[in-house]
């Protein structure tokens, strides 16, 4: 449906309407992005960051890191390490300075399964954004959605005080053991599962409405306003404008800078389809899973157990990547 340009200068753009329904967070690395489609949040991964770090203009800031793991000493390996972590974190400041809100950044994928080294390299994280004169309000750190990675975001939160933002997360058992555990907020994957039930399915093609990602958010939106949980769901890794316009009202969506642009230009009568009001009214019932439970009820779901576990492999792989480019 096409606008007329005289109706179009009094309708707010798509993007524009979304943001008074939903928190807009940019999905990016890239500085130039957030500086332009103004989101509230930010949040980094391995990938973005790797992304990021080959562009010319942000040459300094590996530069800066690498000296500063030099700096530090010790073997090769600790010194990359260091460095690595040292990157995200430059990465994490200068996007701060562009945003009202929080910043997320990730601890290291290899750890997925390791509880106290996911609780120490959190820690770790959280001390380099203190040294740069941040606090740790405005930092979300992320953290696989494993059995061990909810638990240490469980540690975190009550422990420490550290927002937690997990991430990789595809199934509702997840999502259930993430409530429970009380952390800041969960990054389920809406594209990543579309993509599972094209790649597996007859079906190569879906509505919005009936996108398997949009449905599995709409379902844990619902559970969490219905049961009065105070942990953020923030829809992500969209694959069409459809899937973020069919999730109008869910508490916040990450976006890509490719998809900001498209809302951006698109002038059409935006509905809110999530409301706590309708998510109190829905028949769920109320679950508890201790650890048995949580790998019974994820095992079952096997498009989740495919894609945590290759999600876990790619954000690995690209911090070996960046590790390699730093070395």
């Not at 007329?4 to 807009?24: E, F, W």
């Not at 800066?64 to 990359?80: F, M, R, T």
């Not at 958010?217 to 009065?228: L, P, Q, S």
Request: charged share 30%.
């Amino acid at each position: 449906m096409s606008v007329s340009p005289v109706k179009r200068q009094k309708m707010a753009s798509v993007l524009d309407q979304l943001k008074h329904h939903t928190t807009v967070v940019a999905d990016t690395g890239d500085f130039n992005a957030i500086e332009e489609y103004k989101p509230l949040d930010a949040t980094t991964n391995p990938s973005l960051i790797l992304a990021a770090a080959q562009m010319p203009a942000y040459q300094e800031l590996v530069d800066d890191a690498v000296a500063y793991g030099k700096k530090l000493g010790g073997s090769e390996e600790e010194q990359i390490k260091n460095a690595s972590d040292k990157l995200f974190v430059l990465f994490g400041a200068e996007i701060l300075k562009r945003i009202p809100g929080r910043v997320s950044t990730e601890v290291d994928a290899r750890l997925s399964f390791d509880k106290e080294g996911m609780i120490q390299r959190a820690r770790r994280l959280i001390d380099l954004y203190k040294e740069a004169g941040i606090g740790k309000d405005r930092i979300l750190i992320k953290l696989s959605s494993t059995w061990e990675g909810i638990q240490a975001g469980k540690v975190l939160e009550a422990e420490y005080g550290i927002h937690c933002n997990m991430t990789l997360l595809f199934s509702f058992a997840q999502a259930v053991a993430c409530a429970e555990a009380g952390v800041t907020l969960i990054s389920p994957f809406v594209g990543r599962i579309l993509d599972w039930y094209v790649a597996n399915g007859d079906k190569k093609a879906y509505e919005p409405s009936e996108d398997p990602g949009v449905k599995s958010v709409t379902k844990i939106y619902n559970y969490y306003k219905k049961f009065g949980y105070k942990t953020i769901v923030m829809g992500a890794s969209f694959r069409n404008t459809g899937e973020i316009k069919a999730l109008t009202g869910c508490d916040y969506l990450t976006i890509s800078p490719k998809l900001l642009a498209e809302l951006s230009k698109e002038y059409i009568k935006l509905t809110p389809t999530l409301s706590v009001k309708e998510a109190q009214a829905c028949e769920l019932e109320k679950i508890h899973l201790d650890e048995k439970a949580f790998r019974w009820h994820h095992n079952e779901d096997q498009m989740a157990v495919e894609k945590l576990s290759d999600g876990i492999r790619k954000f690995a792989a690209d911090a070996v990547k960046l590790e390699r480019m730093l070395k």
